[in-house]
Nanobody, 115 residues
Framework: QVQLVESGGGLVQPGGSLRLSCAAS????????MGWYRQAPGKERELVAS???????NYAGSVKDRFTISRDNAVNTVYLQLNSLKPEDTAVYYC?????????WGKGTQVTVSS
């Protein structure tokens, strides 16, 4: 059993920044992939960024120059730094962890970019 606890979402103006955090607890295997998905109203769920246990990262093309994913393996926590936010970044952001054939999801946190 794995639990993912997210924090950091909220309302921000265009051009602003947020840092999302996701802490995993429970039976965590050290070799895993953690990442962030997002889903905007009326759109498909999209993989934003991922990072494996060795630190290799992957980004969606729309966010590569603005967002940064990182992790702290010692505390099973993944972060997403969102800079230069745009209204089109508005979505529910979901933390995900995949390990040993299982995928776990957070409940999602709302990010709203609006003036």
């Amino acid at each position: 059993q794995v639990q993912l606890v997210e924090s950091g979402g909220g309302l921000v103006q265009p051009g602003g920044s947020l840092r999302l955090s996701c802490a995993a607890s429970g039976s965590i295997f050290s070799i895993n992939v953690m990442g962030w998905y997002r889903q905007a109203p009326g759109k498909e769920r999209e993989l934003v960024a991922s990072i494996n246990s060795g630190g290799s990262t992957n980004y969606a093309g729309s966010v590569k120059d603005r967002f940064t994913i990182s992790r702290d393996n010692a505390v099973n926590t993944v972060y997403l730094q969102l800079n230069s936010l745009k209204p089109e970044d508005t979505a529910v952001y979901y933390c995900v962890l995949s390990t040993r054939g299982y995928t776990y999801w957070g409940k999602g946190t709302q990010v709203t970019v609006s003036s």
